[in-house]
């Protein structure tokens, strides 16, 4: 018999992945989405069946995390096996202009379904992953981070999370109930939502690069996070649920990085040096040099010529609007309790990461590039 699964949160980047890998692992994959005027299933489409069709893998519930009885529901028509509770306001910066509806969300949200779990008797049936974040650490007490490093949380956001962590972990003492937390650290991909920080830089990037964006602007380049790919790391969700006891674990690559050097990055991969001057809300990025090799063969020879006219200009800028109130500086886990218990190893280091994220982002920016001149370079959108 089939695994029954459902994932809340589903149409968000982590959600669309662990759907696709739990599909191929042959799991009925439930999952549940806001209702919005508009469709919010991109990430998912190519997973979408109709559903007149019989034996379905893929079958959606409007729900919303902030609806107990919805959610009790859901839980008791579906009668799943595994629970990847992936749903949260997740925006930090985002959580301090809406820090109510995050803590209802992120924090009360959690324990709605555990306490569906539980009022419907589903305690020995039902395992449950919820999805902690690196940002319980906020200003870190040990460098680096494990399973038993202290929180100091440094947003509504992370304070929420530090609710969702210890409920679960309560639940799971309380009730023996097999409710797990992933500690995640950063994980990005091509899926990443555009407003999060790795999304802005090389979507920003790709942009510039084509020639419809002439700048981006960031916060504080200095902040330091380790990066891996939402690929690698809804793997260690499914580990972390197929263990014989439910436990909490770090996932991370072990390697930190400054977003300035991510930006450098990126720009790199597309044969692009760029330079860093000044200091705080004063430092800006300067296109420095291209290699006309590189950039012809990832971006497009034609627009090789318009880019090198760029050279000397200023396309990273700091806006201090985009700092947090309070700022967590630095964050890299040490995953080896995922490593030698759950076998888990990330296949993606970051410069893969970025490689795969320019890629795609040079691609959508080309169909809109076409769309904006109004086909003038259709020849350089099927190149």
Not at 60 to 81: A, F, K, V, W
Not at 135 to 154: A, D, I, K, N, S
Not at 225 to 252: E, F, N, S
């Amino acid at each position: 018999m089939s695994k029954t699964a459902l994932i809340t949160g589903i149409t968000g980047q982590d959600g669309a992945y662990l759907s696709e890998f739990l599909i191929k692992k042959g799991y009925t994959v439930h999952g549940i989405k806001r209702r919005a005027s508009l469709f919010n299933t991109d990430r998912i489409d190519h997973l979408y069946q109709d559903p007149h069709l019989d034996n379905r893998n893929l079958i959606l519930h409007y729900g919303d995390m902030t609806d107990s009885m919805n959610l009790t529901r859901i839980i008791s028509e579906i009668q799943p096996d595994e629970i990847y509770n992936l749903a949260a306001q997740s925006h930090v910066k985002v959580s301090f202009d809406t820090p109510e509806y995050t803590a209802n969300v992120d924090g009360l949200g959690t324990l709605r379904i555990l306490e569906a779990v539980r009022l419907l008797g589903l305690t020995q049936k039902t395992r449950i992953y919820q999805a902690s974040t690196s940002e319980l650490y906020g200003l870190v007490q040990e460098v680096p981070q494990r399973e038993t490093t202290p929180f100091y949380p440094r947003s509504p956001y992370a304070v929420a999370k530090m609710y969702a962590y210890w409920i679960t972990v309560n639940y799971r003492e309380a009730y023996n109930m097999f409710a797990c937390n992933g500690i995640l650290f950063n994980h990005e991909s091509p899926l990443r939502g555009e407003t999060f920080v790795t999304r802005k830089v090389t979507r920003a990037l790709s942009r510039i690069a084509l020639g419809i964006q002439k700048e981006v602007y960031m916060g504080n380049l200095s902040s330091r996070r380790d990066w891996g790919h939402a690929k690698d790391y809804i793997k260690a969700m499914y580990l972390i649920l197929q263990q014989d006891a439910p436990d909490d674990y770090v996932i991370a690559t072990g390697v930190t990085t400054t977003i300035r050097d991510f930006i450098a990055k990126a720009f790199a991969e597309i044969g692009v040096k760029l330079d860093f001057t000044g200091k705080g809300a004063d430092e800006t990025g300067v296109i420095a040099a291209v290699d006309a090799a590189i950039f012809s063969e990832k971006v497009g020879e034609s627009y090789l010529a318009a880019f090198k006219q760029r050279i000397g200009e200023k396309v990273v800028k700091v806006d201090p609007q985009y700092f947090r109130p309070t700022e967590v500086e630095l964050l890299i886990g040490d995953a080896s309790k995922s490593r030698s218990r759950l076998g888990w190893e990330p296949k993606y280091d970051l410069d893969a990461l970025i490689a795969d994220m320019m890629a795609s982002d040079i691609k959508t920016m080309k169909k809109e590039a076409y769309l904006k001149d109004g086909g003038y370079r259709i020849l350089n959108y099927f190149e």
